[in-house]
């Protein structure tokens, strides 16, 4: 067995350790886990790990429709912005913000820290954080590169039994999709649903926001 499959047979196992149930003698309580995946919005054509005036106007417009659909969130997680991404059409490394900068206006409003401690690329990372315990009841909103989603949406949907079958390709022009992972855990009965919505916010002014009032 080669390395690659040794480091994913180990993330296999922790995932299914974490996010199956223990129990002793009496039955464990009930637990709905809702974990929300966007897009970062709309970027530059330079890439410069940014958001343009679009997509930024998505993210300041975001927090209301999120809350409507899913009401307040426990847990915000965006990827290290330390981290360097080869972007733009000349590949060139710039800090990674986009998927921040769209979720902080929602972490704002709430008042919540955003989890920053995974790398774009570390998908594993994230599966297993997502799969403690501590979020077992929780809503959590994950903003994240689309590509990087997919592949995260999909393996942890196996991982709990469900079809990544179920899971659509991210088309590289769509910023309004949420995918949705709603986990019921019962006992050592767990089943995993995916759900597809649109968050409705294409079309956003390309005229970036200006100040409400000028002293």
Sequence with gaps: MGIKNLKECAVSLALAAAFWP?????????????????????????????LNCQGLNRALALPAVL???????????????????????DSQLYNYLRPLLTVAPLAAQLGL???????YADS?????????PKYHNAVLLVGWEHHQLEGIVKSMLSQMG?????????KSRDFD????????????????????ARQ????????????????
């Excluded at 809350?67 to 059409?89: N, R, S, W």
Aim: proline share 7%.
């Design 200 to 215: 409705r916010l294409d079309g956003q002014s390309m005229t970036c926001p200006g100040p409400s009032r000028v002293n």
């Design 162 to 170: 469900g079809q990544a079958g179920d899971v659509p390709d991210w």
């Design 67 to 89: 809350l409507a659909k899913f009401g307040k969130f426990d847990a915000v997680f965006a990827p290290d912005p330390h981290e360097k991404k080869p972007d733009g059409e």
């Design 177 to 196: 999709s949420i995918y949705i992972l709603t986990v019921h855990r019962s006992g050592a009965v767990m089943r995993a649903d995916f759900a597809l």
């Design 22 to 50: 223990s129990f002793a003698g009496a039955a464990a309580a009930e637990s709905v886990q809702t974990i929300v995946f966007i897009r970062h919005a709309e970027k530059p054509a330079q890439g410069l790990g940014m």
């Design 124 to 132: 594993a990372g994230l599966q297993q954080e997502l799969a403690l």
């Design 113 to 119: 820290p955003i989890n920053t401690a995974f790398g």
